[in-house]
């Protein structure tokens, strides 16, 4: 399927190109590398006059220069009716330095229909089949030069010219008979749109349209797209023009900063898809169930009041005993067969026999047709594969193509295209999950690790995160602070459009454990020098670093391993965010030793934030006795001797009494000498 054809002229083929024509354009014409084609042009020898001795020219004329293009602009529309027409337009651009003459534009159409999508996909590749159905000349009518030899009075003759430089739009049309098709019965015919300048056919167009003529059959299609990834690529599917009607299965968790800007899914059915869209056959085979709770919990947490009480799915790529045991047992309303896993034939929706768990199954042929490469012929391959599907059809099919199809090019218009089609009869996916009668499906036993699963030990590493992470969370006032961007980390990794890229997904599991592990690590006591208790009573020091952007609150609980050192207290502390905290233990010591003991940081709830700290506490409780008792000594002998001096210094004073005022010589020894007596 082409949009584009180009027409060059190399110059060392001047001499045999001004033998075949020398008006003509050039024997070596090739489409243009601007555009993909079907098929590659070739002459057709019936329009390139043989050279000869006798029209060989006696000088070489000027050889054209530049390229000859078409571009398709419009193709014809998908359904055609009994008594419409097909038209197509094209764009002629001639870019060489010669004027061209008498170019065609064709539209042909395969004389018998493509009963299959087997046929169409063969005639894409390799159009054959075909008869001219309409033609238009390219360029305006412009008179020749007058043939002195000619009648007078005869119309002049005329060609169809684009100057050199020129371009010009052409439309090519047919309509009833010229179309040759039958009016009593439907089809899908092969359709191509060819330039035929200079003798040379160069296909601009190949693709199928559908022909609505009697007995053509009703399809009743659902129809469900997926969201997920960052912001940027679901924006791609929520926001697709002509999608409106259709539903979408979404990562809540990505919806939140698009909510802003004006998503429209009210109104709309949406389905949830648990966080990141985790490999849930990996996660069965391993045996674990709390990581999809955990992403499904998300989903549900942190999407849009639109999605928050929907339904929730799960993308797999293939079914066993296990997966639909975890699939059923966490809530899911169904599991979406992906990436090939439904083959055609399959109903729409079946039900697992035991746990009653609803199987979704795209038709694989029409759900890669929608999301093949953006092309103008794609819509009306799609709506030609419907038809063909339908003629087989014995109930409604699912359309659902993969995941990221619009960000890997595809075009919503094809998915439209089926939609609007008069044979088609659109159904809510809601429907199709509420049909009770759906038939039952089988799945097989065999639940065992493939290579293609991620494995056991890293399943298990990311739920021991979870659990640390739930236990982090506690701490914080908002939990979503921490199990945010923990989420991000440990789903990432796990999601199923990795399950095809080993390498990369090993790669992105190395990351995300190193980045969740320095999360996990944001509360911790760092390793510190040994203490020195030389107290009965005493405080043990504590140094608690927090590493998050908002406060947590833990508590300090110190073990000693020894009953020479005796914990009294577990305070608990509110430590700043990206700060440190010294926070004091009470103890009491029994006697002299050297005691280990550990600090662990516990959150309200009592579970340990991570692996506990050691801590070496030297006890010299008699240390401290003796000390005391040696200073307590020391107070009572300074105490007596000054008990004693005094009482010395007493006695003195009594014995001797009071002695005789300096000069007195007269008064004898133990004689009074006060004024009374005198």
Same mark, same amino acid.
């Given at each position: 399927m082409t949009g584009t054809g180009a027409m060059t002229v190399p110059r060392p083929f001047a001499r045999l190109l001004a033998l075949a024509s020398a008006l003509a354009l050039g024997a070596g014409v090739a489409l243009g590398a601007a555009a993909p084609a079907t098929a590659t042009p070739t002459p057709?020898?019936?329009?390139?006059?043989?050279?000869?001795?006798?029209?060989?020219?006696?000088?070489?004329?000027?050889?054209?220069?530049?390229?000859?293009?078409?571009?398709?602009? $419009?193709?014809?529309?998908?359904?055609?009716?009994?008594?419409?027409?097909?038209?197509?337009?094209?764009?002629?651009?001639?870019?060489?330095?010669?004027?061209?003459?008498?170019?065609?534009?064709?539209?042909?159409?395969?004389?018998?229909?493509?009963?299959?999508?087997?046929?169409?996909?063969?005639?894409?590749?390799?159009?054959?089949?075909?008869?001219? =159905?309409?033609?238009?000349?390219?360029?305006?009518?412009?008179?020749?030069?007058?043939?002195?030899?000619?009648?007078?009075?005869?119309?002049?003759?005329?060609?169809?010219?684009?100057?050199?430089?020129?371009?010009?739009?052409?439309?090519?049309?047919?309509?009833?008979?010229?179309?040759?098709?039958?009016?009593?019965?439907?089809?899908?015919?092969?359709?191509?749109?060819?330039?035929?300048?200079?003798?040379?056919?160069?296909?601009?167009?190949?693709?199928?349209?559908?022909?609505?003529?009697?007995?053509?059959?009703?399809?009743?299609?659902? $129809?469900?797209?997926?969201?997920?990834?960052?912001?940027?690529?679901?924006?791609? =599917?929520?926001?697709?023009?002509?999608?409106?009607?259709?539903?979408?299965?979404?990562?809540?968790?990505?919806?939140?900063?698009?909510?802003?800007?004006?998503?429209?899914?009210?109104?709309?059915?949406?389905?949830?898809?648990?966080?990141?869209?985790?490999?849930?056959?990996?996660?069965?085979?391993?045996?674990?169930?709390?990581?999809?709770?955990?992403?499904?919990?998300?989903?549900?947490?942190?999407?849009?009041?639109?999605?928050?009480?929907?339904?929730?799915?799960?993308?797999?790529?293939?079914?066993?005993?296990?997966?639909?045991?975890?699939?059923?047992?966490?809530?899911?309303?169904?599991?979406?067969?992906?990436?090939?896993?439904?083959?055609?034939?399959?109903?729409?929706?079946?039900?697992?026999?035991?746990?009653?768990?609803? =199987?979704?199954?795209?038709?694989?042929?029409?759900?890669?047709?929608?999301?093949?490469?953006?092309?103008?012929?794609?819509?009306?391959?799609?709506?030609?594969?419907?038809?063909?599907?339908?003629?087989?059809?014995?109930?409604?099919?699912?359309?659902?193509?993969?995941?990221?199809?619009?960000?890997?090019?595809?075009?919503?218009?094809?998915?439209?295209?089926?939609?609007?089609?008069?044979?088609?009869?659109?159904?809510?996916?809601?429907?199709?999950?509420?049909?009770?009668?759906?038939?039952?499906?089988t799945v097989p036993a065999d639940d065992q690790l493939t290579d293609a699963d991620v494995s056991t030990s890293a399943v298990v590493g990311q739920v021991h995160r979870l659990e640390r992470g739930n236990a982090l969370a506690v701490t914080v006032e908002d939990p979503e602070s921490v199990l945010g961007p923990l989420g991000t980390t440990l789903l990432e990794p796990l999601a199923t459009s990795l399950r095809d890229e080993p390498e990369r997904r090993e790669a992105a599991l190395a990351g995300a454990t190193a980045r969740a592990e320095d999360l996990l690590d944001s509360l911790s006591v760092p390793a510190g020098s040994d203490i020195n208790l030389i107290a009965a009573k005493g405080s043990v020091p504590v140094n608690v670093r927090n590493e998050l952007t908002v406060p947590a609150e833990v508590t300090v609980d110190v073990t000693s391993f020894s009953p020479n050192l005796q914990v009294r207290d577990a305070p608990t502390v509110t430590v700043p965010a990206s700060s440190s905290m010294t926070v004091l233990v009470e103890v009491e010591a029994v006697s002299t030793a050297d005691v280990n003991a550990a600090i662990v940081l516990r959150n309200a709830d009592g579970t340990a934030l991570g692996p506990s700290t050691a801590l070496s506490v030297r006890v010299r409780a008699d240390w401290g006795n003796a000390v005391t008792a040696v200073f307590t000594a020391g107070l009572v002998l300074l105490l007596i001797m000054g008990v004693i001096r005094t009482i010395r210094r007493g006695r003195k004073d009594t014995r001797t009494g009071p002695q005789p005022e300096a000069g007195d010589a007269s008064a004898p020894a133990g004689t009074s000498t006060s004024g009374d007596d005198a």
């Open positions: 057709d020898a019936s329009d390139t006059p043989a050279p000869s001795a006798s029209s060989a020219p006696t000088a070489e004329p000027a050889v054209p220069v530049g390229t000859l293009t078409a571009e398709l602009v $419009m193709y014809p529309a998908s359904v055609a009716e009994p008594g419409g027409s097909i038209r197509a337009l094209a764009r002629i651009t001639n870019g060489t330095s010669e004027a061209l003459d008498d170019a065609v534009l064709e539209l042909a159409l395969t004389t018998a229909p493509l009963t299959s999508t087997t046929a169409v996909d063969r005639f894409l590749s390799a159009p054959s089949g075909l008869a001219t =159905v309409g033609t238009t000349p390219v360029g305006a009518a412009v008179p020749t030069a007058p043939d002195p030899d000619a009648d007078p009075d005869a119309e002049p003759a005329t060609v169809h010219r684009l100057a050199a430089g020129g371009s010009t739009l052409a439309a090519v049309a047919a309509a009833g008979e010229d179309l040759g098709l039958p009016d009593d019965a439907w089809g899908v015919y092969g359709l191509s749109v060819t330039l035929v300048a200079g003798g040379v056919r160069t296909t601009i167009s190949t693709g199928v349209i559908t022909w609505a003529g009697d007995g053509i059959p009703e399809l009743e299609a659902a $129809m469900l797209v997926t969201a997920a990834g960052p912001g940027a690529a679901m924006s791609t =599917v929520t926001d697709a023009p002509g999608l409106q009607d259709v539903a979408i299965a979404t990562d809540g968790t990505q919806l939140i900063g698009l909510d802003a800007g004006g998503v429209a899914l009210s109104g709309r059915t949406v389905l949830r898809m648990p966080a990141y869209v985790p490999d849930v056959l990996s996660l069965a085979h391993a045996g674990d169930d709390s990581l999809l709770a955990f992403a499904v919990e998300r989903a549900r947490g942190t999407s849009t009041s639109a999605t928050h009480d929907s339904a929730w799915i799960s993308p797999v790529v293939g079914l066993d005993a296990a997966t639909v045991a975890l699939l059923s047992s966490g809530g899911a309303s169904a599991a979406l067969l992906m990436d090939g896993s439904a083959t055609a034939g399959e109903a729409a929706i079946e039900r697992e026999a035991e746990t009653g768990l609803a =199987v979704l199954s795209p038709e694989p042929t029409l759900s890669a047709v929608v999301a093949a490469e953006a092309a103008l012929e794609t819509p009306a391959t799609a709506v030609a594969t419907a038809a063909l599907i339908a003629a087989d059809a014995s109930g409604p099919v699912l359309i659902a193509p993969d995941p990221g199809w619009l960000a890997l090019g595809a075009d919503p218009a094809a998915l439209t295209a089926i939609a609007e089609a008069p044979f088609v009869t659109t159904v809510d996916v809601t429907s199709l999950l509420a049909d009770a009668a759906a038939p039952a499906l």
